[in-house]
């Protein structure tokens, strides 16, 4: 990823399956790192989580298929046994039983000899399954297939995932559930569907997109050995943000400030927005991006807003037209003083999709050449409008387009169900076409500029809620005036709205909170009262 401002203390990577294997080569052969030392340390981590979730009365199952995830599986019960655990070893696809070795992988034949001579159970799949009628398990750990599926799951493997998903135990997953494409989130015919999953080195792909977070439970990354030396500098090409969790943290990731700056220096940021019959979307947007850090906000919206920006903010400038009796030439002669004004433009929250709306957007991609962030109905416009679609392709200044996945089809003309299958690519595909930085809106979003991408973890489905949106269309609009690259900007916005919403949730639950809970919560972070 290019390089950033934003500290790289806090910068992950969400890993394909080919770049896990070639870290894990690297880190074996380059480096001379065992192998059996890093699966002993992943065993370790899921011996972590099995503990945490059980007692030691508690019955456990650990489903392992005949390759290294297999292995790591039967090293966490020899360790678990060692620690006076009930456990026992299925051995999924092995061959005819525990004796015959023909389709095991080398670490995996000495991991199941080793828990042998230790006394660990193992039993064969098909007896596990006549266990099962007689008790159910409490614990089942789910170590049979790992990253390296690319085709439907078949035999034992299927048998042994709608076993696991019918039983009603607590369910672990190694590295990834079974069933499920590393690369993508894809179910390859039926996954496991599991409680957590422990996933060792880095974060995968197929966790976090697609069909994955329905399916992966709560993910943790287990350091295990595996380190991001072990890509010799040629790093994956996904990114993500975690860890600032203290006010020093935010603050390397936030735009930094001149302490002689001034309110113009700050950022000028025109906010168009609102329209007749709606003024919510107009007043998140500038709250946001006044708590944001804009140095100075003005709104260019419908006369009707203008008593409820004035009273609940007071502190943005205005400029408004008259949609009851639309003038373009006096309305459009304000918006081009106000254009001519500004540093960053926020174009579409609550603006509408009529000829007004449209008229708006047109002279806007028409006139201006300031960094410009495209939401909500800006959004729709461009995607039913060849003309003005035209215009936002070839507009002269930085883009941030922001839309949830409905808009996002619209704008790519495929379903959403098309859209979602391909979540990681199309957007790049929609940021080379208008040469912009996109944010799509999803459980986890995507943020590409074309060749950064970059996915996005905090949030929750809290922020499924009315106005969520504007919100972050004013923080970026700020955050573009800081950072003045559209990319960068768009990457630390995603992560703060959802840290944001993540904090309205813990403070007030998914249910009820709203886009104003989010607001207040983004006011606290930028004062770094997290």
Not at 513 to 526: P, Q, W
Request: charged content about 25%; glycine content about 10%; overall charge negative.
């Amino acid at each position: 990823m290019k390089n950033t401002q934003i500290s790289k203390k806090f910068i992950r990577y969400a890993v394909s399956a080919a770049e896990m294997r070639r870290c894990d080569e690297t880190t074996i052969e380059h480096f001379g790192v065992s192998q059996m030392v890093l699966m002993e340390r992943a065993a370790l981590s899921l011996c972590q989580r099995v503990i945490a979730v059980s007692e030691k009365k508690s019955r456990i199952f650990i489903f392992c298929g005949s390759g290294n995830n297999g292995g790591d599986g039967i090293a966490a019960a020899r360790l678990l046994f060692q620690e006076k655990f009930d456990v026992t070893v299925v051995c999924v696809n092995h061959g005819t039983g525990p004796g015959d070795g023909s389709k095991r992988s080398d670490a995996c034949k000495r991991q199941l000899k080793s828990a042998l001579k230790y006394g660990v159970k193992v039993v064969t799949f098909e007896e596990a399954r006549k266990i099962f009628t007689l008790a159910k398990p409490d614990v089942i750990v789910d170590a049979m297939l790992g990253i390296g599926i690319s085709r439907p799951i078949e035999g034992e493997y299927l048998a042994a995932v709608s076993l696991i998903n019918e039983v009603g135990a607590y369910v672990i997953a190694a590295d990834i559930p079974t069933g499920l494409n590393a690369d993508n989130g894809k179910v390859m015919g039926k996954a496991v569907l599991a409680n957590e999953t422990a996933t060792f080195g880095f974060a995968k792909l197929g966790l976090i997109v697609g069909m994955g977070t329905r399916y992966c439970g709560d993910v943790r990354v287990f350091e295990v050995g595996i380190t991001e030396d072990g890509f010799l500098s040629e790093y994956p090409r996904v990114a993500y943000l975690d860890g600032a969790s203290s006010k020093e943290d935010i603050e390397e990731i936030l735009p930094k400030r001149d302490p002689n700056g001034n309110k113009g220096s700050f950022g000028k940021v025109l906010i168009i927005a609102g329209s007749s019959n709606v003024s919510g979307a107009l007043m998140l947007s500038a709250e946001s991006c006044l708590r944001s850090g804009a140095g100075m906000v003005k709104v260019f919206t419908d006369k009707n807003n203008l008593h409820a920006v004035q009273t609940i903010l007071p502190e943005a400038m205005s400029d408004v037209y008259d949609s009851s009796d639309f003038d373009s030439r006096k309305a459009f002669s304000k918006l081009d003083s106000s254009l001519n004004w500004c540093d960053v433009i926020v174009c579409g929250p609550g603006l509408g999709t009529g000829e007004i709306g449209k008229a708006i957007v047109f002279h806007v991609l028409k006139s201006s050449n300031r960094p410009l962030i495209l939401d909500a109905d800006a959004l729709n416009i461009i995607a039913e409008d060849k003309e003005i679609r035209e215009l936002a392709i070839n507009y002269p200044g930085e883009k941030i387009m922001t839309p949830h996945l409905a808009e996002f089809s619209r704008l790519c003309g495929k379903t959403v169900p098309e859209c979602r299958e391909d979540i990681l690519e199309l957007p790049i595909e929609l940021a080379k076409e208008f040469h912009a930085s996109i944010i799509c809106k999803d459980a986890k979003s995507v943020v590409t500029d074309g060749e950064n991408i970059a996915l996005n973890l905090s949030g929750n489905d809290g922020m499924a809620t009315a106005g969520s949106g504007d919100v972050l269309s004013g923080l970026l609009g700020a955050l573009i005036a800081g950072y003045k690259d559209p990319f960068e900007s768009a990457f630390a916005g995603a992560y703060l709205h959802g840290l944001a919403g993540d904090m309205a949730r813990d403070r007030l639950g998914e249910r009820v909170m709203t886009a104003r809970d989010i607001s207040e919560e983004l006011r606290k972070i930028m004062a770094g009262n997290i």
